[in-house]
DNA sequence: TCACTTCTGCCTTTCAGTGGACAAAGTCCG
DNA sequence: CGGACTTTGTCCACTGAAAGGCAGAAGTGA
């Protein structure tokens, strides 16, 4: 079934019924400006195509009843999240609401064959409970840079072995589906524009803190990829010129002050140099220490924890300070594990972010956490293969 | 006379006109895939407009002739370029080929009724050469943040005096043709896009060190200014935790560090401590010593002048390693007056960006000096204008 | 039950765009 | 120099899509 829409006014019937649900004939009508008969072929079309239901009358509106279109409920998308420890797989409806979430923990250096094995798994349980049949798309999200046209990593520092891989033709054969690959933050970008807190602002940025740092784009309302597609690497910006050294090479990188791993060395220090009572008990049980056990000592009141964070906010903040000068963004989310550490650490940026960036910039700039956690990446990797499913775009 | 186009045809063919120049029936309805009819129409319409004539016959391609086709010679788009210390205005043909430049210096404080006073001057003075008739349209360039919507300044910083001035409404009403403001990076930013480097470059940046210091983002080959206009503002960036005192109330901006303001200020300081002769003696002669005086000075193999300009070179570097690592430009093009230091300060730019960006965001990422110089502004002015004029967006 | 409203499907009218035919204007070769 | 072939521009009949009128279906309220 090559179920693909064939014009504009198809698209943004097809967005309209996505983003705002079920609407009647009637309303449709009114929203994209076309004649009866125009609207009608196009939903008939739609309707043939397997895309566009009917779904019963409206309410009357002093007349006879509307009939209330939706998209087909039989449309699947299927958001995969691949973390740099982490898998995640959803399966939505066409409206893009979550109908399963699997989540398992993985790490990304075993290879894309291992993990592409796990996630299709995963896929296979949420199907055994009868979730999906059919798969009208697939949208990846990996942990490193993406060549976004071509559909493979390019050269990713945290994941050996994926290299060139080709995600994209091997899941789209494998899935029969079409499918789509991009870097993860840019991807959790579209799940806080599509069902976030971004969904009513065109520019905003998104500030993932994770096991590296990475930034997602949005101009427009669309994903901004630069040039060869590394737009948003902002995790080795040297922001201390006498700071530890970075997997990259360089010195003071952010990534190497605050990232996950920089956060989970710190917190070893301060255990066992006994400033951290917390963090000591937490090494002895566990015998590691993550950003999370950072994150708990903090609320638990420990003071070498809580400067830890406070540390790291100011540095994140610095970089941001920057780049709210330099993009004068509308929004900016803090998002990733990190962003447990919660208020403590959105306290400290925002004082940063605010003295240093000029009073037009920041003057209407939230500064926020994102509301929907780890569900971001699942979500924003359906919207990314159902706007193009939706858009006939063919491949 | 109401010339607008009123449909994309129309735009494409006056933008293919004019970018690429005269052309023949015959190639036209090659390069636009239309039918010849629908060609022969469009640009009949375009001829009743008089935004398009015919300019004779072209060569013989093996059979009959075909009719040149090319934007009518009586078009005539302004570009006036503000900057702190001097007004450029140029007027130009359809194809943006300037016909006539002429420059004064000036003093933006003097407030805009001066200031756009002897802008009209300076247009006068090309209308008594006889190098325009009627105007179609005029493109601004401000120092500062404008509201590009509105049209005026908003909060500038160095135009006291101009904040919410209706720049716009204003020059519309005294030149009975369409206006558009916008902020004088952008327009620069626009110029190179059109007729510098950036030619065949979709996503850039363009760093304009004068008396401050901006930079004009290019996204898909349009301006990108950020959702309160103010992006590029990387003036007040910090770089330095101790650097002098800056006019926005921080401290360690970049501006404060290198603007032509700041160079300005070291120079000095630089004569009257004796260290270096060269300055003194300008100093002495002048009373006063400026960028180019210090770009003399390194020219003529001043020590002091020389670190100077690699001090600098270094701190807008910096800044232009994140920004290059968060924006993943295909090309970087600095300008403005200091720009004059030339190769001194880009090779010691270049220097601290390629060594501490990522690879993949400079692999392949030129870093220039600005090849239009003083043009760069009218001409993006007159692109800025012709954009709109020619898109028949509609006032 | 009746007057009125809303909504949808059908049908006719309208119109813009296409593509082919034809004429005009050249080239090329014998 | 003339005829065959090529390219270009215009004219026109045809086509397909969109708009809008009309009528019937389906509702509300008195």
Redesign the pocket.
């Known amino acids: 079934m090559a179920a693909r829409p064939d014009n504009t006014h198809q698209a943004r019937l097809l967005r309209l019924l996505r983003d705002e649900g079920a609407r ?3 309303e449709l ?1 009114e929203v994209v400006q ?5 609207l ?2 196009e939903l008939d079309r739609l309707v043939t195509l397997g895309l566009v239901e009917s779904a019963g ?1 409206a309410v ?8 209330i279109m939706r998209v087909a409920s039989r449309v699947r998308f299927v958001g995969i999240d691949i973390g740099a420890t982490s898998i995640d797989v959803a399966v939505t409806n066409g409206e893009l609401e979550v109908l399963g979430h699997l989540s398992t923990p993985a790490d990304v250096r075993d290879g894309p064959a291992i993990i592409l094995d796990q996630a299709l798994e995963l896929l296979g349980k949420l199907r055994a409970k009868g979730v999906a049949t059919e798969i009208n798309g697939a949208g990846i999200g990996l942990p490193g840079p993406v060549s976004f046209r071509e559909g493979m990593p390019i050269a990713p520092p945290i994941m050996p072995g994926w290299d060139r891989f080709p995600v994209l033709e091997a899941m789209s054969q494998e899935l029969r589906c079409p499918v789509l690959v991009d870097n993860d933050v840019n991807v959790m970008a579209l799940g806080e524009s599509h069902a976030g807190l971004a969904r009513s602002v065109d520019n905003f940025l998104l500030v993932k803190i994770g096991t590296g740092i990475g930034c997602g784009i949005v101009v427009n309302g669309e994903i901004y990829r630069g040039v060869s597609g590394s737009a948003g690497d902002i995790g080795h910006i040297r922001v201390d010129d006498r700071g530890p050294t970075c997997s990259c090479g360089n010195t003071g990188c952010l990534e190497a002050l605050f990232g996950g791993t920089a956060l989970a060395r710190d917190a070893v220090v301060a255990a066992r140099s006994g400033r951290s009572p917390f963090l000591a008990e937490r090494l002895s049980e566990t015998g590691a220490l993550t950003a999370q056990d950072v994150a708990a000592a903090a609320t638990a009141g420990d003071a070498v924890a809580g400067q830890m964070i406070r540390e790291g906010g100011r540095h994140i903040g610095k970089v941001l300070a920057s780049l709210v000068s330099f993009f004068n963004p509308g929004l900016v989310i803090i998002a990733g594990e990190v962003a447990d550490l919660g208020h403590i650490l959105l306290a400290q940026i925002r004082s940063v972010v605010y003295q240093r960036s000029l009073p037009l910039a920041t003057g209407n700039l939230p500064i926020v956490l994102s509301e929907l956690g780890g569900t971001a990446g699942v979500i924003g990797a359906t919207r990314l293969i159902s706007d193009h499913v939706f858009s006939g775009t063919h491949a």
Do not use: I, T, W
Request: aromatic share 0%; glycine share 20%.
């Open positions: 009647s004939r009637a009508g076309l004649s009866r008969s125009k009608a072929l009358l009357s509106r002093g007349g006879r009843r509307s009939g």
